[in-house]
């Protein structure tokens, strides 16, 4: 069983900071890219931002400068840093990994339970 844990979400006012975590647990072999979504009310899923096992990352045009995803390999645990929040940031933000699991060998695509983030004006 392989899952992902995030933490981090909350509501914050329009300015300012969070950081999300997510964590990666189980019978795990390798995790590759990792990456957040977010999915405002109403709204499709989006992109925010990835992250490979090489730390090579994209992001969303929307959060560039903004927003900083990292990750620590040991830990097989991905970051968001968010800051200068603004209110169109509110949503449910969403982790996500590729993930080779052990016993048995399979990839998996894995998503979190979903954190909420709230930015007020």
């Known amino acids: 069983q392989v899952q992902l844990v995030e933490s981090g979400g909350g509501l914050v006012q329009a300015g300012g900071s969070l950081r999300l975590s997510c964590a990666a647990s189980?019978?795990?072999?390798?995790?590759?890219?990792m990456g957040w979504y977010r999915q405002a009310p109403g709204k499709q899923r989006e992109l925010v931002a990835t992250?490979?096992?090489?730390?090579?990352?994209n992001y969303t045009d929307s959060v560039k400068g903004r927003f900083t995803i990292s990750r620590d390999n040991t830990k097989n645990a991905v970051y968001l840093q968010m800051n200068s929040l603004k209110p169109e940031d509110t949503a449910v933000y969403y982790c996500?990994?590729?993930?080779?699991?052990?016993?048995?060998?399979?990839?998996?695509?894995?998503w979190g339970q979903g954190t909420l983030v709230t930015v007020s004006s």
């Open positions: 992250i490979t096992r090489i730390f090579k990352t």
């Open positions: 996500n990994a590729a993930i080779l699991s052990s016993a048995p060998y399979r990839n998996l695509d894995i």
């Open positions: 189980g019978s795990i072999f390798v995790v590759n890219t």
